[in-house]
C-alpha cells in the first residue's frame, strides 16, 4: 500500500528530565493518492488523554507535508469523542461511502497548509492571540472594513464605561458571586483591549499610519519618562512614588519644551552635595521646578547658559561658598 509513496510513523513519548520513557501516543500516515495524507491511526494512552498529545502528534505530521497536500481520516464519534472534537473543529465532514457503518464519519482538510494557519492561530496565547484576531479581521473581515476610527472611540468609551461598572461591582461583591464578578470584570476588561488593538488597526489604515508606529512611540515615551528603570535608564533612582513622578513630569516638559520655545528646569533628586570642607551632608529639600519662556532668538543664541534645577539648601550652601 505504501510503496511508492510517503508513509509517516509519529510517536508521542513521556519523560523525566533528559530520561525518555514510555510512548504514550503514536499516529500513522500514508498517501492514498498523489497529495492526499491518510491518517490511518491514531491513539493516546487512556491516562494520557486531555493533555495534549493528540495535537502535537498532528502538529508534528503538518510538519512533513507540502502546504496542497489534502488530509483524509475516519473516526467514530461515540468510541473517540476526543478524536472527532478534534476534527469537528480543524475538518469538513465529507458523504459516507457505501458501504460504510453508520458510527463511522470521515473527514477531509482540503489544504496542509490552511490547517498550519489555524493550528499555529490556535498555540497563540496571550497578547499574541489578541494581536493575530484584530490582524485577521483587518484583512478579511466585511463588517471591520466599514469601521473607522471615530466608531471605535465611541465604543471604546462605552466598553471603558462597562469596565468601570464591573470594577465597582467586584469590589462590592461578597465572597458568594465573588467568581462570577470576577469572570465578568475580566470579560468587560478584555472588551477594553480589543478595542484598543481594533483603535490602532483601523486608525492605521483609515490614515495610512504605520500600525507599530504607535506601539514604538508608547515604548518610546514612557522609557524616557521613567529613567530610573533599570532595564532601559539612564541610572537614575527612584525610591518613592513621588520621585518616580517628579521625574516623569520633568520629562513631560522637555518634550514640550522644543514646541514652546522654553526650557525646563528639571525637578532636581535627592544626591549627596559635597562642600568646599568635603563633607557630604544629605539634602532632602525640594528642588525649584518652572518652565522659564525664552523669546524666540533666545533659543538659538549660543552664549544662553544652561539653566539647571538645585535644590534651595544645596543652592544656599553654593551662594556662601561664591561669596567668600
Known sequence: ??????????????????????????????????GVINVWLAGVLERCRRCGHLQRLA?????????????????????????????????????????????????MVKSAGELKARVKHCQCRGDQRLSAVVAELVRNCPWTATVDASTMISWMRSELDEFKAALEQFRDEGTED????????????????????MLNAVAARELALDPDAAWKAAATKVENRTPYMWLWGDGSVARTAQEASGMWA??????????????????????????????????????????????????TTPRMAPVVA??????????REESK
Open 1 to 34: 500500500r505504501c510503496a511508492g509513496h510517503r508513509a509517516f510513523v509519529v510517536l508521542a513519548f513521556e519523560s523525566e528530565g533528559d530520561r525518555v520513557n514510555t510512548a504514550v501516543g503514536f499516529l500513522l500516515a500514508h498517501e492514498r493518492a498523489e
Open 59 to 107: 502538529g508534528e505530521l503538518l510538519t512533513h507535508l507540502q502546504d496542497d497536500d489534502r488530509i483524509t481520516m475516519t473516526t467514530r464519534p461515540d468510541q473517540f469523542p476526543h478524536m472527532h472534537a478534534l476534527m469537528e473543529r480543524y475538518a469538513l465532514r465529507q458523504p459516507k461511502n457505501d458501504g460504510d457503518p453508520e458510527e463511522k464519519v470521515r473527514y
Open 178 to 197: 465573588a467568581k462570577v464578578a470576577r469572570e465578568a470584570l475580566i470579560s468587560e476588561l478584555g472588551d477594553v483591549l480589543f478595542d484598543a488593538l
Open 250 to 299: 520633568a520629562a513631560k516638559l522637555r518634550e514640550r519644551a522644543p514646541a514652546d520655545n522654553s526650557v525646563d528646569i528639571q525637578e532636581s533628586r535627592p544626591a549627596p552635595c559635597h562642600l568646599g570642607n568635603g563633607a557630604a551632608p544629605e539634602t532632602t529639600a525640594t528642588a525649584v521646578t518652572a518652565t522659564v519662556p525664552l523669546p524666540p532668538e533666545a533659543v
Open 310 to 319: 538645585v535644590p534651595r539648601a544645596a543652592a544656599s550652601a553654593l551662594a
